[in-house]
Structure formats: structure tokens, C-alpha cells
């Protein structure tokens, strides 16, 4: 029994960093997000919807589809919550593909690929 104390008192909290909402059991990613080409704007994503550059969304290769994925850029710290909505991206090192709308709030400069953080429940 003490053993068992010993091991929870141990374990490192989890903290959640200023200003990211706190979206439960995490899983974590680092590498670069892409965003997604304006060219495949109204067309169908995988869960159906149709992709609308004007809003928060993403492609990630395993999240369930309407996850909630919270997306930091590591040079900035700036933070937007996308919803997963579409499969990808296939670059190496890209762990997420963002909507125009998501990578205009993580990086102003116009920059189509960025070092990012991705937290998301598993």
C-alpha cells in the first residue's frame, strides 16, 4: 500500500500551459503544421464536410474526426483550436495540415508550413 502511495505521490502534475483550455487525457505531437492548398476549397474532406479555408479545421492521419486539437506554435507561442475534419498530411515531419483561417492565428507572416505543438484527447 505504501508502495503504491509512494508511485502517485511521485508522479509528475500535468500542467496546462497560459491560455490552453485544458481538453482532458492528452496526447501530444511536435513537428510542423502545413496548410491546407486554398485550391481544394468546397471540396469533400474525409468525414463529408466540405473544406472551408475560413474556418478552424485540420487534417491529422489518426485523431477522430470533430476532435478538438489544440495547435501552439513553438516560435511564438500563439495558440488556435482546430477540429479535425479531414486525413493527412503525408510530408515527412508534418504532423498536422491546418485551414488558411487556423494558420493566420498561429503565424501572421503568410508562412505555409511552421514548427508547431499539437495536444488532443486520446
Known amino acids: ?13 500535468q500542467h496546462t500551459a497560459p ?3 485544458d481538453i482532458g487525457s492528452i496526447g501530444t505531437e511536435v ?26 479545421t485540420g487534417a491529422h492521419k489518426k485523431v477522430k474526426f470533430g476532435a478538438k486539437v489544440v495547435v501552439t506554435n513553438t516560435l511564438t507561442g500563439a495558440t488556435v ?9 503525408i510530408g515527412v515531419g508534418h ?16 508562412n505555409t508550413l511552421i514548427p508547431v505543438r499539437i495536444r488532443y484527447k486520446e
Do not use: E, W
Not at 7 to 12: D, N, T
Open 19 to 21: 491560455g490552453i483550455h
Open 81 to 89: 483550436t482546430v477540429k479535425i475534419i479531414d486525413r493527412g498530411p
Open 31 to 56: 513537428g510542423q503544421a502545413i496548410m491546407i492548398s486554398d485550391q481544394l476549397q468546397g471540396f469533400p474532406t474525409a468525414n463529408g464536410d466540405k473544406y472551408d479555408s475560413s474556418k478552424f
Open 95 to 110: 504532423v498536422i495540415g491546418l485551414s488558411k483561417a487556423a494558420m493566420k492565428k498561429l503565424d501572421t507572416s503568410a
Open 1 to 13: 500500500m505504501l508502495f503504491i502511495l509512494l508511485v502517485v505521490a511521485c508522479k509528475p502534475a
